[in-house]
């Protein structure tokens, strides 16, 4: 693993969303801002390092929250804008039980008035579509490529995290990557995922990714899978029940921070922000979990990721220290989840495509 940088330039690559949900009692909300890079670009930032954001936005994407982010000390300049509507389109319907649906669907979609239905369109299933909202190696600036210390690829089409992998696994920083998009893994997931793996530092998969693309899988079966298919790191997301940490040394879980939801969305991807924020500031995995831990714990309970700007990176770290003494390592040939805490933080990816 790359050596901690006494400065470190963190860098992010990945999509901004428009959102449009249904609030459980059916009210509907158009045009909220999300996104993986944006999401993971605000955990680091809370966390005290400010990275440089590679992203593409379509003309009607909103102009004030580049200023806001711009504001906020993230390095915005290489967000590309495309003459096109804005390409990454995501929608969700919150349940009054708790759960959600995403894409909302059609026969929900025509319960809401005329005006407001045209908003409620879903690019994560147009593959002719989603991948115009995610960089390609070619939008990284060259410099880049030196000057970055520690990188993150959030949920991307399966191509193009492959075609990023390869970019960047050729540089001298330090790589981390969520899973790509589930809908590109659903067969055979595990030999997909071995071409680009051993490529990575650390791969930050979620239990949720799995439910999806290997069902039947247990904690213990996707670890061991995914260390002997070439990862080298795991940190392995898994909602309620916190994080787990497995390297060649030993296996770690630290908690969720327990707390009271009020949205999941963006959770997964800002405890990875966190958790690059962590690495570069500790070069330590279990801090590191426990830093990105802490970030999505303020991210599960707003409902709109720009309210993160207002949370101090000392308030992030405050939490990080208790969920690091929490933290226990554990026995991989025995492993079992201990009973979830009433309100924990969510930390499963709750975006499938973008």
């Known amino acids: 693993m790359s050596a901690v940088s006494p400065a470190p330039v963190l860098a992010v690559a990945g999509s901004f969303s428009i959102d449009s949900i249904l609030a459980p009692d ?34 009607d994407y909103p102009a004030h929250v580049l200023d806001i982010l711009t504001n906020a ?8 804008k495309i003459d096109r509507p804005h ?16 894409p909302v669907p059609d026969h929900m979609i025509r319960q809401l008035p005329e005006d407001v239905q045209a908003a409620f369109v879903d690019t994560t299933s147009r593959p002719d ?13 060259t410099e880049w490529l030196e000057e970055a210390d520690f990188w993150h690829l959030p949920l991307l089409p399966l191509h193009r995290h492959r075609e990023m992998v390869a970019h960047l696994g050729g540089a001298s920083g330090y790589l981390q990557s969520d899973c790509p998009a589930r809908s590109d893994l659903i067969e055979n997931p595990f030999a997909k995922l071995s ?15 799995f439910d999806v693309i290997a069902p039947q899988a ?19 997301k898994a909602g309620a029940d916190g994080v787990f940490v497995k390297d060649s040394d030993a296996l770690w879980r630290v908690p969720a921070y327990p707390g009271s939801p009020v949205d ?25 979990a426990a830093l990105g831990s802490a970030a999505a714990s303020f991210a599960v309970a707003t409902a709109d990721p720009l309210d993160l700007v207002e949370i101090a990176p000392e308030q992030t770290r405050e939490r990080a220290k208790q969920l690091r003494a929490a933290a226990e390592r554990l026995d991989g040939s025995a492993l079992s989840l201990s009973p979830v805490p009433a309100g924990a933080s969510v930390l499963s990816n709750t975006t499938a495509n973008t």
């Open 73 to 80: 000390g993230l390095d915005t300049r290489s967000i590309r």
């Open 264 to 288: 999941p969305t963006g959770a997964g991807d800002t405890f990875c922000g966190g958790f690059l924020a962590g690495m570069a500031l500790t070069g330590d995995l279990v801090e590191a």
């Open 26 to 59: 059916g009210r509907p909300v158009v045009g909220k801002v999300g996104g993986n890079a944006l999401w993971s670009s605000l955990g680091a930032l809370i966390c005290g390092l400010a990275p440089r954001v590679l992203a593409i936005v379509g003309n």
């Open 218 to 236: 247990e904690i213990p079966e996707i670890l061991q899978e995914l260390t002997d298919i070439g990862a080298r790191t795991i940190v392995l």
């Open 129 to 141: 579509i989603l991948p115009l909202g995610a960089p390609t190696a070619k939008d990284v600036p």
């Open 195 to 209: 071409e680009t793996l051993g490529a990575l530092d650390v791969f930050l998969p979620s239990t949720s990714d």
């Open 87 to 102: 390409p990454v389109r995501v929608t969700f319907a919150h349940l009054p039980d708790g759960s959600r649906i995403q």
